[in-house]
């Protein structure tokens, strides 16, 4: 059993405040996917984990700064700063996951992946090769190249799904800061499929706080476009977490076949 599971930089930091860290959310979550795993090995299965996280209130204030109506300018500095900001939080949270006994393993996007004519260059087998042997890779949003011009922000975003359609996961699991995909009512939306896909993304707003890429909207458009079938739920809540990883029902489903 394969799950990727992205946790949204609002779950592990206060986006309006730069460099905080969320610790009591990072330190359940580590504690929570400890339980998932210990829940599979008692099973007699196995668990293969991939964790991506977002970039929080390290990686998208920074962003921020260096972004000009959609292009990234004095990048000589920009490109190294917000790539630092990025490591620290991903260190940070690494450490974290490291204290629960979690073999997790740093995977840094922005030193080797790149897109090129639209189009992402991501190669995997370093991920698929730590996965058989049972560590878990921690891939994080980054700044990357973009070989037509400029700079591109890697959202985890855009990770989990590409990952997802890559390594053909069974499980993939946004972990965000609502319970899921909201109706006008503040409803969560059970499912996602064709029949109410268009009037969703119409009326997605972007995340609240300092964001440099598209929150909501752009997580269920890149699944669903992706074709990915993803479930989207709250992390902040104490055993959503190890719940969506053991299979049970959470938040709201993408469902696009
Ligand atoms: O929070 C953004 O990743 P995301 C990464 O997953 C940076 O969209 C560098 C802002």
Redesign the pocket.
């Known amino acids: 059993m394969l799950a990727i599971l ?1 946790l ?2 609002s779950i592990l930091s206060n986006k309006k405040i730069p460099f905080s860290v969320n610790w009591d959310n990072l330190e359940r979550i580590g504690l929570e996917v400890r339980e998932a795993l210990n829940y599979y090995r008692e099973k007699g299965e196995k668990l293969k984990l991939i964790i ?5 209130s390290f ?2 204030p ?2 921020k700064k260096y972004l000009k109506e959609d292009k990234f300018l004095n990048m000589e500095k920009g490109f190294w700063e ?1 790539q630092r ?2 490591r620290r939080f991903h260190n940070i949270i690494l450490d974290t996951l490291h204290s629960y006994d979690l073999p997790v393993v740093s995977i840094q996007p922005s030193s080797f992946s790149f897109f090129e004519h639209g189009k992402l260059m991501f190669p995997t087998r370093t991920i698929e090769e730590f996965l058989k042997r049972d560590f878990i890779p921690v891939v ?4 990357v190249l973009n070989l037509d011009g400029n700079y591109k ?5 855009h ?1 989990l799904p590409y990952l997802a359609k890559e390594l053909k996961a069974d499980i993939n699991l946004h972990a965000s800061n609502v319970d899921g995909v909201l109706d006008s009512e503040g409803k969560v939306i059970e499912v996602i499929n064709k029949n109410n896909i268009d009037k969703i993304l119409s009326s997605l707003r972007d995340a609240e706080g300092i ?3 598209g929150g909501m909207y ?1 997580k269920v458009m890149e699944t669903f476009n992706l074709k990915v079938r993803a479930i989207i739920f709250n992390g902040n809540k104490r055993g959503n977490i190890y719940k969506a990883l053991i299979g049970e029902k959470v938040g709201t489903l993408i469902d696009p076949q």
């Open positions: 992205k949204g930089g991506i996280h977002g970039g929080g990686g998208h920074i962003a917000i900001a990025m994080h949003g980054d700044i922000i890697l959202s985890g975003d990770i964001d440099v890429t752009l």
